[in-house]
């Protein structure tokens, strides 16, 4: 059975809670799914996953949040070969902010930096249209599930 890892960046639990949504619906199609709330680049690196899936909001002015800092300054510090490695980004915020989706973005331009190659567009949930995060996510992992499989 594949394996994906989601691995979430919040502040509000958000994030988290979208990863919590969409999670049954990559098991109904065969993956093997871990939720990562305080990951660590060796969730990524030492055990590669399969598909790496990112849920990453943005907090302070185009910051990370806090329970990702310890894997996002790692990746920035001492990068990583991720050559080979799938995934998949949706970045979450506010589109008052001008660095809307921030974190997502740089983190985005970060995994492809190191070789990661993204299956499908970022997806970007704007809390100012789309106040419940899950709802816009749910549609947009049922398209995404199939470019997976190709
Ligand atoms: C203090 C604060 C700072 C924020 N800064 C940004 C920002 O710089 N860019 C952005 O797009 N959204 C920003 N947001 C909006 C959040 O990213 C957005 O509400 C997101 O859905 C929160 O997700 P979470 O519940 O996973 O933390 C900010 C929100 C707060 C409360």
Same mark, same amino acid.
């Given at each position: 059975?594949?394996?994906?890892?989601?691995?979430v960046?919040?502040v509000?639990?958000?994030a988290l809670?979208? %990863?919590?949504?969409?999670? !049954?619906l990559?098991?109904q199609?065969g993956?093997d799914?871990?939720? =990562?709330?305080?990951?660590?680049l060796d969730?990524?690196?030492?055990?590669?996953?399969?598909?790496?899936?990112?849920c990453?909001?943005?907090?302070?002015?185009?910051d990370y949040?806090?329970? =990702?800092?310890?894997? %996002?300054?790692?990746l920035?510090?001492k990068?990583?070969?991720?050559n080979?490695?799938?995934?998949?980004?949706? %970045?979450?915020? &506010?589109s008052?902010?001008?660095t809307?989706?921030?974190?997502g973005?740089?983190?985005?331009a970060?995994?492809?930096?190191?070789?990661?190659?993204?299956?499908?567009?970022?997806?970007?949930? &704007?809390?100012?249209e789309?106040?419940?995060?899950?709802?816009?996510?749910? !549609?947009?992992?049922?398209t995404?599930? !199939?470019?997976l499989?190709r």
């Amino acid at each position: 059975m594949p394996n994906l890892k989601i691995f979430v960046a919040t502040v509000y639990g958000g994030a988290l809670d979208v %990863a919590e949504q969409i999670s !049954p619906l990559f098991e109904q199609a065969g993956f093997d799914v871990e939720i =990562f709330e305080q990951p660590t680049l060796d969730d990524l690196t030492v055990e590669r996953p399969d598909v790496a899936l990112f849920c990453i909001s943005t907090t302070g002015s185009g910051d990370y949040p806090g329970n =990702f800092m310890e894997f %996002a300054n790692a990746l920035h510090e001492k990068g990583a070969d991720l050559n080979g490695l799938r995934y998949g980004l949706i %970045a979450m915020g &506010d589109s008052s902010y001008d660095t809307f989706c921030g974190a997502g973005r740089k983190f985005d331009a970060l995994l492809q930096e190191y070789g990661a190659t993204r299956v499908g567009e970022r997806f970007e949930i &704007d809390a100012m249209e789309d106040y419940m995060a899950d709802e816009a996510a749910l !549609p947009w992992a049922e398209t995404w599930i !199939p470019e997976l499989k190709r």
